[in-house]
């Protein structure tokens, strides 16, 4: 049976696949919202579990943004960036465990898709000074995640975990003080790695804009304080 040409000859599935829709790991990531997880008001401000508040606030800092409430997306919008690097910073403003309504409300209004999205949340798994960038996966115990996984119907978008550490190693005590950890502000001898920790933060999103999710993955997730 007669070859066919080269230009006639089927593409591998991969290649179909790399063909037709843009890749989120590399050459780039089409990232158009990033998202802070946290809860609203004074009495939570500055607390481990407002870290993702904390991430975004710096962000838009640096760039010379406010946060404006937008009442239709549940949450404080503030935007960065100009043309292709415009970005749109959101703090939901739900409370922690229904994050996914404001994230979704947020999405549509946008006409955004979850793939177009990046979550940031703190993590009781990773010590301070440790973050962990993953293109998608499940919430890991996290109320917030949980909640944006059952609003968006999948939990196939970015989320970058930053580490807050754990209040005790034996599972019972760290059970039994979780939630005032989570909610108890960070120790005046952790503030210099936390700052650190938000800087690169910051840096990290630029570099996923630039250069994607893969990219970024190897410097945030090998980020160590100095």
Known sequence: MARLPATLQPMPVRAVLQASEPSRLGSGFDLK????????????????????????ERLASRSGAGF???ARLHGLLAEVGVGEQRLRLLMPQTFMNDSGRSIRAA???FDLKPDQLLVVVDDMDLPLGKLRLRASGSAGGHNGLRSTISHLGTQDFARLRIGIGAP??????????????VLGRFAASEQAVLDQVLSEVEAGITVIQRLGL?????????????
């Open 168 to 181: 005790a190693d034996n599972p019972a005590e760290r059970k039994a003080r979780t939630v005032g950890h």
């Open 33 to 56: 919202l990033v998202v802070g997880l946290g809860n609203p008001g004074d009495q939570y401000r500055q607390t481990r579990h407002n870290v993702g508040f904390m991430a975004l």
């Open 107 to 109: 999405l549509d209004w």
């Open 68 to 70: 404006r409430n937008q």
């Open 214 to 226: 893969e990219r970024a993955g190897n410097r945030l997730n090998g980020f160590v304080p100095a």
